[in-house]
């Protein structure tokens, strides 16, 4: 479970270099089983992640409905509550990005979602990337609406807020987390010279098809 905790603090510090993050923003899960519970390791609320050593990890149980019973000697991300509740959904997910990226960030202040300007939008699961609703972070109705715009989809923006999404794994995330905030910058740049040129629904349904099996060797 120390590997693990220091995979985590690796792929936030990852995030951070990559300039997806900045001091405290964001946070980060992987799903786990600790001592035979299931459940999930999360950064701890308010630390620098260049600052964090394996302990500062929290883990959480998936039926702790309130965190009330943290393992850790640090609080849980703010956001724990999306995390616990995209984990109770989507079973596939086996880790969560969030970040505070500067183009997901400005497209989720203009409460757009990212409509099939370019192919690359099928790597999460549809023909377009939602904005959500927008709600207070850290609280239930910010994990309800994101929920709701994840529906089919491994990825989303919260609106005046950020970007969320899911992998298979930490590495899996952190590498979404890159792909779409450069895609957030290419539909932004895009947006500045007009309107960018949509690919239709039947173009769309070819890619998702591809996009099956894309990448497995």
């Known amino acids: ?22 001091g405290t923003a964001g946070n980060l899960s992987v799903r786990c ?18 600052t964090l050593v394996p302990e500062d990890i929290v883990f959480l149980a998936l039926d702790d409905r309130d ?50 300007f370019h192919y690359m939008i099928a790597r999460f699961g549809g023909d377009s990337v939602r904005c959500s609703a927008y709600a207070t972070f850290g609280t239930q ?7 709701t715009a994840l529906a089919g989809h ?6 005046n807020h950020g970007m969320l999404l899911f992998g298979a794994n930490l590495e899996r995330a952190v590498a979404l987390a890159v792909e779409l ?23 769309m349904a070819v890619v998702l098809q591809k996009f099956a099996g894309y990448g497995q060797q």
């Open 1 to 22: 479970m120390a590997e693990l905790r220091q995979q985590l603090i690796e792929s936030a510090q990852a995030l951070t270099a990559a300039g997806l993050n900045k």
């Open 33 to 50: 089983v600790e001592d035979g519970v299931d459940g999930y390791l999360i950064t701890p609320t308010g630390m620098d992640y260049a």
């Open 67 to 116: 965190a009330a019973h943290p393992r850790g000697r640090r609080k849980p991300s703010s956001e724990w509550r999306f995390h616990r509740d995209v984990y109770a959904a989507r079973p596939e997910a086996g880790a969560i990005v969030h970040t505070h990226s500067p183009f997901a960030v400005s497209l989720a202040c203009l409460r757009r979602d990212i409509p099939p």
């Open 141 to 147: 109705a910010l994990s309800d609406a994101a929920l």
């Open 154 to 159: 491994s990825a989303c923006l919260l609106a």
């Open 181 to 203: 905030e450069a895609l957030c910058e290419q539909y932004w740049r895009a947006s500045q010279l007009g309107h960018p040129v949509l690919l239709d629904a039947d173009e």
